[in-house]
């Protein structure tokens, strides 16, 4: 059983920093794809970043990769998000998803159905 557990979410004021976590266990695949979402209230959960263990990346195109940098530490199956210069629109929950399939990284990653797991999200609030 795939579990996905975020932590590292808080309030800070507009112009700080971050940095969530994602541990993942129970994984039976040889490799994952793992990606951060996000999703705001009223609005539909958008795709923030992804990574596979095969060290690529993407991100989404609304994310400025100054702002935000997903890495992973593959020995101990940790997804990181380092979110600096914060402003009150990333106010959102966090959720980490993964999924065994190969090649999501460079095609179908923002989209939320094609993920298996999720985590239960950590909670970002940025104050203006």
């Known amino acids: 059983q795939v579990q996905l557990v975020e932590s590292g979410g808080g309030s800070v004021p507009a112009g700080g920093s971050l940095r969530l976590s994602c541990a993942a266990s129970g994984y039976s695949h040889s490799s994952y794809t793992m990606a951060w979402f996000r999703q705001s209230p009223g609005l539909e959960r958008e795709g923030v970043a992804a990574?596979?263990?095969?060290?690529?990346?993407?991100y989404a195109a609304s994310i400025t990769k100054v702002r935000f940098v997903i890495s992973k530490d593959h020995a101990k199956n940790i997804m990181y998000l380092q979110m600096s210069m914060l402003q009150p629109e990333d106010t959102a929950m966090y959720y980490c998803?993964?999924?065994?399939?190969?090649?999501?990284?460079?095609?179908?990653?923002?989209?939320?159905?094609?993920?298996?797991?999720w985590g239960q999200g950590t909670r970002v609030t940025v104050s203006s």
């Open positions: 990574i596979d263990d095969g060290g690529n990346i993407n």
């Open positions: 998803a993964a999924d065994p399939r190969r090649g999501m990284v460079s095609g179908s990653w923002t989209r939320a159905l094609e993920y298996n797991y």
